[in-house]
Nanobody, 124 residues
Framework: VQLQASGGGLVQAGGSLRLSCVASGRTFSYYTVGWFRQAPGKEREFVAAIRYSGSATYYTESVQGRFTISRDNAKNTVYLQLNSLKPEDTAVYYC??????????????????WGQGTLVTVSS
């Protein structure tokens, strides 16, 4: 499966963005999808994930209540709504897909398919 992430940009603290991850190539509804982010000089970290059916979601603690992950399998798309953004949310955001495995999967190396990343910059 091929993934294309988009929707990043420059936003002031407290603002919002919606990221999209569009999939092609295989039946997208079979895949759990995660969002990760990587800030300059830091390791890639887990942000959120959604099960293949959309029946369950999971978030890292720092984004709980601010970010929302959702999916539309008819459109082969997963969304990450980012609200109440903070400067520390600045990073390149990546979507990734996992065909099977434990839930929730927080480790980047367990995801077999990755998008190219989209940059989110939050100014103070």
């Amino acid at each position: 499966v091929q993934l294309q992430a988009s929707g990043g940009g420059l936003v002031q603290a407290g603002g919002s963005l919606r990221l999209s991850c569009v999939a092609s190539g295989r039946t997208f509804s079979y895949y759990t999808v995660g969002w990760f982010r990587q800030a300059p000089g830091k390791e890639r970290e887990f942000v959120a994930a959604i099960r293949y059916s959309g029946s369950a979601t999971y978030y890292t603690e720092s984004v709980q209540g601010r970010f929302t992950i959702s999916r539309d399998n008819a459109k082969n798309t997963v969304y990450l709504q980012l609200n109440s953004l903070k400067p520390e949310d600045t990073a390149v955001y990546y979507c990734a897909a996992q065909a099977s495995g434990i839930w929730p999967q927080l480790k980047p190396d367990r995801y077999g398919y990755w998008g190219q990343g989209t940059l989110v910059t939050v100014s103070s």
